[in-house]
């Protein structure tokens, strides 16, 4: 792929979200100007939005537990609800192709995202450790059901005005002295 080619998929790519954020309907907007001649097909243009996805949610998630460190379920659910509210329309679409696949190769994709989400919410919120993919799926599905119930009744939730940061404690040493002056 040519960097002239990258630079008008990402672009492309930009104005689906955009779209899709203001039509609000689940459905890919194919007929954004540039869809036809930078992605194959809609299974194409799902999986680049549903890389989006997954990109942005890591990405929330990290911030999250930068801030929240010690609720860890509350911190990655809080993520998946920020992301929804920043991605409305993708979210939307990845929920409405997950469950109204178009044939079987999208089936076979939306279940393998569906999956990798689940899983990659279990391992951040220490649910699950990397070799008990069953219960890592089981455990990331009830985290995004709890982050579903949050993205209804919840703003999006900036960290660093929701939590404090940990007051810093000096060293064991700082604090002896400090027991022994007093």
């Given at each position: 792929m ?9 672009e ?9 954020s203001?039509r609000?309907?689940?459905?890919l907007p194919?007929?954004v100007?540039?869809?036809?001649e930078?992605?194959?097909?809609e299974?194409d243009l799902l999986g ?12 929330n998630i990290?911030?999250m537990l ?6 860890l ?6 993520a ?5 509210h ?8 990845i929920?409405?192709?997950?469950a109204e696949p ?7 994709a939306?279940?393998?995202?569906a999956?990798?989400?689940?899983y990659?919410?279990?391992v951040?919120?220490g ?6 993919e069953q219960?890592a799926l ?6 995004e ?8 009744t ?13 007051q ?5 040493l700082e ?8």
């Amino acid at each position: 792929m040519t960097w002239t080619a990258y630079h008008n998929r990402g672009e492309t790519l930009r104005a689906v979200i955009t779209a899709s954020s203001q039509r609000r309907d689940g459905v890919l907007p194919t007929d954004v100007e540039g869809v036809a001649e930078t992605f194959h097909d809609e299974l194409d243009l799902l999986g680049a939005l549903v890389l989006k996805w997954h990109t942005r949610l890591a990405g929330n998630i990290e911030q999250m537990l930068a801030h929240q460190p010690t609720d860890l379920d509350e911190a990655v659910a809080v993520a998946w609800s920020n992301t929804a509210h920043e991605l409305p329309g993708v979210r939307m679409i990845i929920d409405h192709y997950r469950a109204e696949p178009v044939d079987d190769a999208m089936a076979r994709a939306m279940a393998k995202a569906a999956a990798k989400e689940h899983y990659l919410l279990a391992v951040m919120a220490g649910r699950a450790s990397l070799l008990s993919e069953q219960a890592a799926l089981r455990a990331g599905a009830a985290i995004e059901e709890r982050a579903r119930e949050l993205h209804r009744t919840l703003p999006p939730v900036d960290p660093a005005e929701a939590y404090e940061e940990p007051q810093v404690r000096g060293t064991l040493l700082e604090r002896l002295r400090a027991v022994l002056a007093a």
